[in-house]
């Protein structure tokens, strides 16, 4: 860990294309339980999802517009301008698919509350292993000059991370 490692650099890295939150077309659902609830912009359904999984997933603005402009092909959402942001919001066509999909949508809801918690809202826990995380990455900056305490840091982290495969194994 060099000094260039923090909490979004940590979790840029749980966004790479090996991780999927998100089953084939998930995502889909995500998009349109959320805009359920009430129009949003792009911008707010990528800030909706990372605060609801505490900071940890952070869908790219390449995930999320062509899934927007796709469901909208499909009639399934609408778009207005408004305040210069394009607005999306569920059709009526959209509200007869989750519908007719509600297993299908209830799957994914499932798969996000497994990574997430229930609802996406149990995410505390999340959001404090985040602060520790970045309260890791101070402590390592402020010791990136002394090889010995960098070694010594590197020790524990790799017993942490460890004993956390162990937790998680269980």
Do not use: C
Request: no cysteine.
């Amino acid at each position: 860990m060099g000094p260039g490692f923090g909490p979004r650099k940590f979790m840029r890295h749980m966004q790479g294309p090996g991780v999927r939150f998100f089953e084939r077309g998930g995502i889909k659902f995500a998009i349109l339980e959320m805009l359920k609830d009430k129009p949003r912009h792009g911008y707010d359904i990528i800030r909706e999802m990372e605060a609801r999984s505490g900071g940890f997933y952070s869908p790219s603005p390449g995930a999320i517009y062509p899934t927007l402009q796709a469901l909208e092909d499909q009639d399934l959402l609408t778009s207005n301008i408004e305040d210069g942001k394009k607005v999306y919001s569920v059709t009526e066509a959209g509200f007869a698919y989750l519908a007719t999909h509600v297993e299908q949508a209830r799957s994914h809801q499932e798969r996000w509350a497994a990574h997430w918690g229930p609802h996406g809202h149990g995410w505390g826990a999340m959001n404090d292993m985040r602060e520790t995380f970045a309260e890791v990455a101070r402590e390592v900056r402020s010791s990136a000059g002394d090889p010995d305490k960098m070694k010594e840091i590197r020790e524990v982290l790799q017993e942490a991370a460890r004993k956390i495969g162990d937790i998680a194994k269980r």
